[in-house]
């Protein structure tokens, strides 16, 4: 004769007094590809206080947008323009310039790890078609931030390499509208509208795309 059990969310089957089936009725955890959603929003061991790789490098974007920003806001200054180029590489790429007022992580090192592991979400077999969706807009709204970003880069090597500030200043233009659309977008087209497409995305439409996921998923930042 089976007998039956409700423990603490778990529904157990009895027969002749040997439990034959167990099945979880309370809340479950992630599911696998929602643990790799968790790593890009929420939380990964090696980044600044352990925030998610996404928040991460738009930390560090913001930085380097700020710093050429400020490159830009001394034009005519060469020194001036230097000092800051180089705070916009560390937060860029740290292993290219040690030190810098970012996080010491890197915009680029953490955005490839967001595209690594949404990329992995979508290819879980748990994952739900939300996922496998809004996995194609964040990676492509990375991956455009991520080529801006290293155009930034070589725009602050050209300042690093100019010898007088008339070379330098279009560079600086150039630096700061580059980390401004890493981390906003561009309206490529001229349609009013930040897009994840035709080259438009940035760290800001990533994440809005992951906020999309998140709520599909029943997830909290």
């Known amino acids: 004769m089976k007998k039956f059990a409700l423990i603490a969310g778990v ?39 352990n925030g998610g790789f996404l928040p991460t490098a738009i930390k560090e974007v913001i930085v380097a947008a ?6 830009k806001d001394e ?16 937060a860029i790429d740290p292993a290219l310039e040690e030190r810098g007022p970012g996080l010491g ?3 680029l090192k953490a955005s490839e790890s967001v595209v690594k592991h949404i990329t992995l979400a979508s290819q879980m077999h748990d994952a739900s078609d939300d996922v496998k969706a809004h996995t194609m807009h964040v990676v492509k709204a990375t ?4 080529a801006r970003a290293k155009e930034a880069l070589r725009a602050a090597d050209a300042i690093l390499a100019a010898v007088t500030a008339e070379e330098a200043n279009p560079h600086a233009v150039n630096m700061a509208a580059l980390t401004e659309a890493a981390h906003l977008g561009l309206d490529v087209n001229g349609d009013g509208q930040i897009t994840w497409d035709n080259d438009e995305g940035g760290l800001k439409i990533a994440d809005q795309h992951m ?11």
């Open 143 to 146: 991956e455009t931030a991520m």
């Open 211 to 221: 906020g999309f996921m998140l709520e599909a998923e029943g997830l909290k930042r």
């Open 66 to 71: 700020a710093h050429a920003q400020y490159s």
């Open 11 to 49: 529904f157990i089957v009895l027969l002749g007094g040997f439990i034959t089936s167990v099945i979880m009725t309370g809340p479950q955890d992630k599911t696998l590809a929602q643990e790799h959603i968790a790593y890009v929003m929420i939380s990964w061991n090696d980044t600044p206080l």
């Open 105 to 107: 992580y890197g915009m």
């Open 75 to 90: 034009l005519g200054n060469l020194a001036g323009m230097q000092l800051h180029a180089t705070h916009v590489r560390h």
